[in-house]
């Protein structure tokens, strides 16, 4: 019921994520990243606890491949699950269980790896991460147009109603967190989604940081 692809910036050390589903509010429960950590895809019948504790090993310096191999031994239920790693270094790691649904695929390229299940065909994972090596720009750019890919290569059997995309930079927040929950074009609004919110993003951060050095709220009433 799934698409998504999990990357690294390697020139800024970002982490990113983007995701779609037949189901509502996808990224809700899929999508999983952390500054100077990685990022994590917990998707098909989802366990969302599974991307916070797959990080968590990350975070301990666990390169991908130990990190998920130690999360899936012996897990109840594990061949139900497909995860989707990647470290501080760009390495990657993917777990698709025997109960996967569907036709189901997976694909690594360089910082990033993309995986889906309930597909139109197993190539859009492949697609994704073409899109996404040659796409240039901002993380949040290149993570869009892997999704637009994956759509564009067949995406899911059925139609798609939700998605999401989210990067962590350096704070404890994510940077960019944006889910489209529920529409029948949910990567298109996605799209003009990040484009109205990325001028803006910088702003957003800065608030955070130090209020009396933000620009104008912009709204009435603010002078």
């Not at 390495?91 to 698709?96: F, L, N």
Request: with cysteine; glycine share 10%; aromatic share 4%.
């Amino acid at each position: 019921m799934t698409f998504s692809l999990i990357a690294r910036c390697a020139k800024t050390g970002q982490f990113g994520i983007v995701i779609s589903s037949s189901s509502p509010a996808v990224a809700a429960r899929c999508a999983h990243v952390r500054a100077g950590v990685g990022a994590v895809a917990s998707q098909n019948i989802t366990d969302p606890a599974l991307g916070p504790l797959l990080l968590d090993a990350l975070a301990k310096a666990q390169p991908a491949d130990q990190a998920l191999a130690s999360l899936t031994k012996d897990r109840q239920h594990i061949d139900y699950r497909q995860l989707l790693a990647i470290d501080a270094q760009g390495k990657t790691a993917i777990h698709s269980g025997r109960q996967v649904l569907g036709i189901w695929g997976e694909a690594q390229g360089v910082d990033c790896a993309a995986g889906g299940n309930l597909l139109a065909n197993p190539t859009i994972p492949t697609a994704m991460i073409a899109a996404f090596e040659i796409a240039k720009g901002h993380l949040g750019n290149r993570l869009i147009a892997a999704l637009t890919a994956g759509l564009a290569a067949g995406g899911e059997a059925g139609p798609v109603h939700s998605a999401g995309m989210k990067i962590a930079d350096k704070l404890d927040w994510p940077l960019v967190d944006l889910r489209i929950d529920w529409s029948n074009t949910p990567i298109q609004a996605l799209e003009v989604a990040w484009k109205i919110y990325r001028p803006q993003m910088a702003a957003y951060v800065q608030r955070a940081k130090d209020p009396t050095q933000a620009a104008s709220y912009g709204v009435p009433g603010d002078e």
